[in-house]
């Protein structure tokens, strides 16, 4: 099993920046893939950003050129830095880490963006 904590959510403010934090732990083999999603409220859960373990990235389109996520594979730890803020950027956003073919979710952190 391997658990997710992530944390740095909170108010910002538009055109503002906010840094998430990923930190995985338990029996970990090696987690390919790590990357974050968000759900607004009344809206399905979308997904803004991924990384593989040689750092490759893909992100959605509404969040290129803002938003950067990256790893520090050693600690096991995923970063999201959003710039650039939106009003629309408000949303839980969830962590989700692939180990051994199994996908793990953190809890979620609160993100609310005033304009």
């Known amino acids: 099993q391997v658990q997710l904590v992530e944390s740095g959510g909170g108010l910002g403010q538009a055109g503002g920046s906010l840094r998430l934090s990923c930190a995985a732990s338990g029996s970990i083999f090696r987690i390919n893939v790590m990357g974050w999603h968000r759900q607004a409220p009344g809206k399905q859960r979308e997904l803004v950003a991924f990384?593989?373990?040689?750092?490759?990235?893909n992100y959605a389109d509404f969040v290129k050129g803002r938003f950067t996520i990256s790893r520090d594979n050693a600690k096991n730890t995923l970063y999201l830095q959003m710039d650039s803020l939106k009003p629309e950027d408000t949303a839980a956003y969830y962590c989700y880490a692939i180990d051994k073919g199994d996908t793990y979710w953190g809890q979620g952190t609160q993100v609310i963006v005033s304009s």
């Open positions: 990384i593989n373990h040689a750092g490759g990235t």
